[in-house]
C-alpha cells in the first residue's frame, strides 16, 4: 500500500438528453482533474450508476472516459464507483469500496457550489474522522427551487442516520439498505 494515499472525487451530476456531460459535470471533470493533476493525487474517482434504461454505460463510466480522452488520465489511475446513486450512496461505497480497501488517507471532494454543503455534510459524517477531507466547488448552473431541493435532501439524509454516530458504517449501512428509497431493495452483496 501507498503511504499517505490520495484521491480526488468527482461526485456526479448528469447527462444532457444526448448523452453528453451536463455543464456540471464537465465542470466538475475539468476542477477533479487539475487537483489530480496539481495535488499529485493516486487515483481520480468517478460516480454514478446507470440512470436510464438507453445508456450502455454507468455516468461513472462516461465521466472516466472524459478524463481519459480530455485531460489524459491513464486509465489505470482512475476508479469508477458506479453502485452510487447519489451523494449519500457515493460517500458510502467510496468510503467501502475505495477508501478502506486502499487505506486512502486523503480526500478531495469536487462538486458544485450549489450542492457543496450537502456533500460537505454527508461526506464528514458517513466516512468520519479517520481522512483528511477537502472541498472544491465549481461554479454550477442551478436550477430554480434548488435550495429548496438541497434543503429537503439534508433533512432527508438526518433522518436517515438518526441515532447513528459518525463514521459508524454498520449502523449507516444497515439505514441505507433498509430505508433508502434508491438503495432499500437491492442485494448488498451483488454491489460490492
Same mark, same amino acid.
Given at each position: $500500500? ?89 460517500? $458510502? ?5 475505495? #477508501? ?24 464528514? $459524517? ?6 483528511? #477531507? ?19 435532501? #439534508? ?35 451483488? #454491489?460490492?
Amino acid at each position: $500500500f501507498i503511504e499517505n494515499m490520495k484521491i480526488v472525487i468527482c461526485l456526479s451530476h448528469e447527462l444532457k438528453s444526448d448523452g453528453s456531460l451536463s455543464v456540471d459535470s464537465r465542470k466538475r471533470m475539468t476542477r477533479s482533474c487539475e487537483i489530480f493533476e496539481g495535488d499529485n493525487c493516486d487515483f481520480l474517482v468517478t460516480t454514478g450508476w446507470r440512470y436510464r434504461p438507453e445508456l450502455l454505460k454507468s455516468l461513472a463510466q462516461i465521466m472516466a472516459e472524459f478524463a481519459m480522452n480530455n485531460h489524459m488520465i491513464p486509465k489505470e489511475r482512475i476508479l469508477c464507483e458506479s453502485a452510487a446513486k447519489d451523494t449519500i450512496g457515493e460517500a $458510502f461505497f467510496i468510503n467501502e469500496n475505495i #477508501i478502506k480497501k486502499y487505506r486512502v488517507s486523503h480526500v478531495n471532494v469536487v462538486t458544485s457550489d450549489w450542492h457543496i454543503q450537502r456533500a460537505r455534510e454527508i461526506f464528514d $459524517f458517513i466516512l468520519g474522522k479517520g481522512v483528511i #477531507i477537502q472541498y472544491f466547488e465549481t461554479l454550477g448552473q442551478p436550477k430554480i427551487n434548488m435550495q429548496k431541493k438541497e434543503e429537503k435532501s #439534508i433533512q432527508e439524509f438526518r433522518k436517515l442516520i438518526s441515532g447513528c454516530k459518525i463514521g459508524d458504517n454498520i449502523c449507516i449501512s444497515d439505514r441505507i439498505f433498509k430505508y433508502h428509497n434508491l438503495y432499500k431493495d437491492t442485494d448488498q452483496n451483488a #454491489i460490492k
